[in-house]
């Protein structure tokens, strides 16, 4: 995202909505966009409706009322003059905006959001079978984001383990080789709000997988949301909870289930 | 996506908190699925959610979305999500779109035993299940517990921790209501999966902390 310097009135929302907090005061008093930071999801742009006043007029208004000790204090969700500029985006910082605004769709997969379904479909799919775990490790999540070298770092130690790296995934797209989960070099320095390794294990790797990543968390400036799913059982018990629980991990109360009501049923052989 | 799988809470406030969303499989079913998503939101609007959306067209709480053009600018392939506070409800959207059959896939998020119960009171058994294995990383760099409850609303992260700091001010300068705060939040959030009931309570629970 850019800022106009001639329209901005430093109003700050936009410092308060952005994701990343890579908006800041300039010396000036005007919002300036750190672009190493911003992860291109636009929903400062989004969000902040453009009041379309002329920002003379609001420096006016500013300068009666600071005459009678009043502050103009504009509405949180406004941007008073429209100073908000999103800007034509090359690769591969385009990469941003695939990966954070959901508004977009990934080109390599056609969904939308960060581009995968995995279990959401998985009734008509079949994409984890019986005796599978759907492993997503979503990095960045919540709140800090991720460069894809963090990224890297993470499926490069998975990859050694030879997990099946989901094909319809925008992540697996951009590896280099996922042999040995290497990501395109030119990509490494490029920031996304949370983007998801996804991959599917015969079940009885779950705990090797589970402790790889405790060590590689360890290696990487940002958090991990993690995931695991699998197909239940005719009786609508979940395989993976006993895997998970006995490599001494905790799941959670809350999660998501697939009712099954997808056609054509997927099935299995 | 996991949009909705990591939100963050305690089970009590997990329970008021349920997300019913459908996806049509691309190469699967998803040519020719828009008419479907259409009456899929219609079910669900039948019911009241808090708040629906799609990733395309944003939620049907921002200020520039008009509910019939919502659901006719609908396209194959997209889904759609509404969400509810109450199981009974719930309910009453799963035995409305088995009845319609769609055939497309539907899942719930929230806490699992508590749907599980609900799919079999309509008799259906569940398909496929996912779990958050919560937080993992640098969680130095993580907020307080009641920030993230709120920013984990919505799944993409749209809900900056400086906003929701921003509400709890403004609620706690009697600037804005939790309700209004909590709308704000909301507009955010363009799947629609945002809890705006959720929200205005833990926003209320920050301020009281205060």
Redesign the interface.
Known sequence: MEIDKKKCVGCGNCYVICTMGAIYLDEDGKSVVNQDECVECSTCYRVLRNERYMPWFVRAVRKVLSTFRLGYLADVDVCPTGALTPPELTWPRSLRATFSDPTTIHPGTGIGGRGTEEIKSNDVTGRIRKGEAGVVVEMGRPGIGAYFRDIEKVTMTLAPLRPFFEPQNPVTQLMEDQKTGKMKEEILDEKVLSAIVEMKIPLERIPAILQAIEEVQKEIGTVISLGVSSRCRPDGTIPHEEWVSEAGYRLSPNGKTNIGLGRPLFHED | ?????????T?DN?KN?YVI?C????G??SEGSASKIQEFIRICLKYNPLNMGD??Q?NILQ?DINLESFIANQKD???AAAVFTDLDTLQKV?ED??QA?????????????E??RC?HRVG????????????????D???EREI?EV??LCG????????IR??VE?VRIRRLTAQEAAR?MA??C??GAFNPVRAEQLLEKMVKKE
């Open positions: 996506m996991t949009n909705t799988l990591h939100r963050r809470g089970r997990l908190d969303f996806t049509p499989a691309k699967v079913n990733g395309q944003g200020d392939g997209e889904g799963i779109l088995i059959d769609l055939r497309i896939s539907i899942n719930i998020s929230g806490l699992l035993d749907v599980q799919c259906l058994e569940r398909h496929s299940v996912e779990h958050s294995l919560g937080i993992w990383g640098a969680k760099l993580l907020p993230l920013n984990t993409h992260g749209l809900v900056s921790f400086n906003l921003k509400m403004y704000i507009k955010c363009e799947c």
